[in-house]
């Protein structure tokens, strides 16, 4: 029947409105199979890309001492973005602590997931980069969501790419290849993410024009 939907709404909804930014429950203790990063990455595969280009690539990183290397690298390139940053109230301060907690535990994560795209957006007009980014941010997004429903966690993380020369000489990442995030994997220690606390969605949509 074409008013059927093709999913269960209950799930998939859950899915999408509980995807959390994970830090604090992140589980450091436990290892993370090779193959169930893969499995993920194969869901992310699916995500459409500019002109069909399928430009994206993967860094998976393991190794201690390169999760380590990486982690001096994004303390370095983050470090004057925390000493400025201010403490705030509520939500603020529970998203400041948590991003204080990842840098100092960065390296215990057990696996570090760098989105990649093929070329570089430097000097290209703002149409052209918005296309750059948006073939592989999709990507990178539909791997969060698997991640999650395989009981896993991940953050979006940028603070490093202050680092991007230094972080792609410590990975052998080519010159004209752009690093998108560092995403750090884990399984997460419980499910229970709820849904955020978020404006009315009334409040920032806008028919045919922008209002007041």
């Given at each position: 029947m074409a008013d059927v939907a093709p999913f269960d709404l209950e799930i998939?909804?859950?899915?999408?409105?509980?995807?959390?930014?994970?830090?604090?429950?992140?589980?450091?203790?436990?290892?993370?199979?090779?193959?169930?990063?893969?499995d993920c990455l194969r869901i992310a595969q699916q995500a459409p890309t500019g002109s069909n280009s399928q430009g994206w690539r993967?860094?998976?990183?393991?190794?201690?001492?390169?999760?380590?290397?990486l982690a001096d690298l994004y303390r370095e390139a983050s470090a004057e973005y925390f000493a400025?940053?201010?403490?705030?109230?509520?939500?603020?301060?529970?998203?400041?602590?948590?991003?204080?907690?990842?840098?100092?535990?960065?390296?215990?994560?057990?696996?570090?997931?760098?989105?990649c795209i093929l070329g570089r957006a430097d000097g290209l007009p703002s149409s052209v980069a918005a296309g750059f980014y948006g073939s592989i941010l999709p990507s990178a997004w539909s791997?969060?969501?698997?991640?999650?429903?395989?009981?896993?966690?991940?953050?979006?993380?940028?603070?490093?790419?202050?680092r991007e020369k230094e972080a792609?000489?410590?990975?052998?990442?080519?010159?004209?290849?752009?690093?998108?995030?560092?995403?750090?994997v884990a399984y997460t220690l419980g499910?229970?993410?709820?849904p955020a606390k978020r404006p009315p969605v009334e409040q920032i949509v806008h028919f045919d024009r922008w209002s007041q």
């Open positions: 998939t909804d859950r899915l999408l409105s509980t995807t959390r930014s994970v830090r604090k429950r992140l589980d450091l203790e436990r290892p993370v199979p090779r193959e169930v990063v893969l993967f860094v998976v990183v393991t190794d201690p001492s390169l999760r380590s290397g400025g940053a201010r403490a705030g109230t509520g939500q603020l301060d529970r998203v400041r602590d948590s991003a204080i907690y990842l840098r100092e535990n960065l390296e215990r994560v057990p696996v570090h997931v760098i989105p791997l969060i969501l698997a991640l999650r429903s395989r009981g896993l966690g991940s953050a979006w993380t940028t603070l490093h790419l202050g792609a000489a410590l990975l052998g990442i080519p010159d004209e290849v752009t690093q998108v995030a560092l995403l750090p499910t229970d993410f709820k």
